[in-house]
């Protein structure tokens, strides 16, 4: 989320600032790869994530909602899109703690309440892959 949001904020690429992150990071090889994956998928699906949102919260223009909630979204849409091996009911629950520890007040609730339409709307995986 760190790589995202700093892209996000300042232009720079998310795969750089990842890999700068995970320079100084105490992780596994396996947890870095992935960060790594999910930073690059998020890159590169942002066009068709970012209308994934738009649908989905429709009073609230993508550029308007907070960069933290902003880009706890769009991890959690990719993952429940492409990563397959994550279920959608854990993406969910790790997204919404990352709302309550890096969001404001409401943050929790609206990330939960997007996420949720997401899952409303039929098979995420299906959706994902039409954008």
Do not use: C
């Not at 596994?28 to 998020?42: D, M, Q, S, Y």
């Not at 993952?79 to 969910?92: F, L, N, W, Y």
């Not at 969001?103 to 994902?128: I, Y």
């Amino acid at each position: 989320m760190q790589a995202l949001y700093e892209g996000d904020a300042s232009d720079h690429s998310p795969e750089e600032t990842m890999e700068r992150l995970l320079a100084g990071a105490s992780m596994n090889a396996g947890a870095k790869a992935f960060a790594r994956g999910l930073a690059r998928g998020v890159a590169t699906e942002l066009k068709g994530i970012d209308s994934m949102i738009r649908d989905l919260a429709p009073a609230w223009p993508v550029e308007q909602i907070p960069t933290v909630d902003r880009n706890i979204l769009r991890i959690a849409i990719y993952e429940i899109g492409h990563a397959a091996s994550t279920p959608p009911k854990v993406v969910i629950n790790e997204a919404v703690e990352l709302a309550k520890t890096f969001g404001s007040e409401s943050s929790p609730r609206f990330v939960n309440g997007v996420l949720g339409s997401l899952m409303n709307m039929g098979d995420p995986t299906t959706e994902a892959s039409r954008r």
